[in-house]
């Protein structure tokens, strides 16, 4: 095992009801922005909820924040950020909600010329204006880490940052809000938080013993409660279930002492940023060719997954290893996602190109636990998966 420090700050409120307890968690002296997506707080109740618990403060508001938080939209919020005085932020909505804010929270603190520049230096943010969260949909872990993802249309571009700094404070996760989620959001966040524990296991093996029985009791709770909560997100047992999975799916804990990947998000963010596929599904796209093209380097632990997970008991590792990828790629279709990216768009042709040249002239000569995956590499493994 690797020598590792781990802290994680973030206060989880977990369970029914408890968007009440939100008044407690903000001090009384606060000047709060409220920050929301498109408006579906606002239909299924989670809005009123937030309201009455914010009776007592002064809340500006600031909803549109779309799906992939785009840069020029949460520049308009630092605006009102300055203007209103705001000393502290309430997000309330998924990844893209709460990716935004962390933006935000950084963004505040930033004394550079662009903003943007957050993005691109690959310095950690060390300081941010104080926020909270209410999640509204599980799949990104945000809620309990402290990495964040924007989007930037103009140029085409989707960047992660963050900070030790950008955890956070508190996030109150109710299970009931699920009820009201679309299914193919639903199954997006079973394919996103299977996706970010593949990322931390599907290396090497590397002595991590509870970290990857972490790692494969996860999979296999996703996997056990998915075909639940995709015909009954209102199933609460279901529904704690899967917040929870989604949530130790990225919140540190089972990436720590052991190799990480990461090729797979890197190269998803690609397809999302080129051409508007959600985030789930551009890793559904790619991770089944991303381990058919590592397999000699993968193979140890694509066979113990497929072993321990999916209970293939025959065959040599090799073996064990492709039904390991054969399984992931039935999972993903079995909860609804297509893992081509010719069933996403017919403008396919040409992007193993441009994703390649992207990680050149970014200097990503080497991603994934060896630092070895070249940017031809990656041309090769997104021209697999058209
Ligand atoms: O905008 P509204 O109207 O709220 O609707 C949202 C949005 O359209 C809707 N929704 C959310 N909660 C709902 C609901 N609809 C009904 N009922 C509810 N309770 O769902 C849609 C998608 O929301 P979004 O926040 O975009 O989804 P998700 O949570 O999947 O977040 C995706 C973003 O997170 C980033 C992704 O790249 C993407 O930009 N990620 C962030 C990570 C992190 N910070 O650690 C890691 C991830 O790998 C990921 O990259
Ligand atoms: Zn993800």
């Known amino acids: 095992m690797n020598n590792f420090e781990f802290k994680n700050p973030t206060k989880i409120i977990f369970g029914k009801g408890k968007i009440a307890n939100l008044s407690k968690e903000i001090p009384a002296n606060a000047k709060i922005l409220l920050l929301y997506g498109g408006g579906s707080i606002k239909s299924n109740g989670v809005y009123e909820q937030v309201k009455k618990a914010l009776s007592s403060f002064d809340v500006v508001e600031f909803g549109g924040i779309p799906a992939n938080p785009e840069y020029a939209v949460l520049m308009e919020a630092l605006k009102v950020i300055k203007s209103e005085k705001i000393t502290f932020l309430l997000a309330v909505g998924g990844g893209s909600v709460i990716d935004g804010t962390k933006f935000l929270s950084a963004a505040t603190e930033y004394e550079g010329e662009t903003p943007w520049d957050l993005l691109t230096s690959g310095k950690p943010s060390l300081k941010g204006m104080p926020f909270g969260t209410i999640l509204t949909l599980p799949a990104t872990g945000s809620e309990m880490n402290s990495g964040y993802v924007i989007t930037r249309k103009e140029t085409k571009e989707k960047l992660a940052s963050g900070g030790p700094a950008l955890f956070p404070l508190f996030s109150i996760l109710d299970p009931q809000v699920i009820s009201s989620i679309p299914q193919i959001q639903i199954a997006n966040g079973l394919v996103d938080a299977f996706t970010h524990v593949m990322e931390q296991y599907m290396t090497y093996p590397a002595n991590g013993l509870l970290q990857d029985r972490f790692a494969e009791s996860i999979l296999q709770t996703l996997v056990e409660i998915a075909p639940a909560i995709l015909k009954n997100p209102s199933d609460y047992n279901a529904a704690s279930n899967f917040m929870w999975s989604c949530t130790m799916a990225l919140n540190g804990l089972i990436g720590e002492g052991v190799p990480g990947d990461w090729a797979v998000h890197m190269m998803g963010h690609e397809l999302t940023a080129m051409f508007g596929i959600d985030h789930a599904r551009t890793l559904a796209i790619i991770a089944p060719s991303h381990y058919r093209y590592n397999i000699e380097t993968k193979k140890e632990k694509l066979a113990q997954y497929a072993e321990r997970v999916w209970g293939v008991t025959n065959g040599t590792i090799e073996e064990k290893a492709k039904a390991g990828i054969d399984k992931t ?58």
């Open 329 to 386: 790629e039935e999972f993903f279709h079995s909860v609804g996602i297509k893992t081509k990216l010719s069933e996403y768009t017919a403008e396919f042709a040409g992007t193993a190109e441009i994703v390649s040249k992207r990680f050149t002239d970014r200097g990503w000569m080497g991603l994934g636990e060896h630092q070895k995956l070249a940017p031809a590499d990656a041309a090769k493994i997104v021209e697999m998966s058209y």
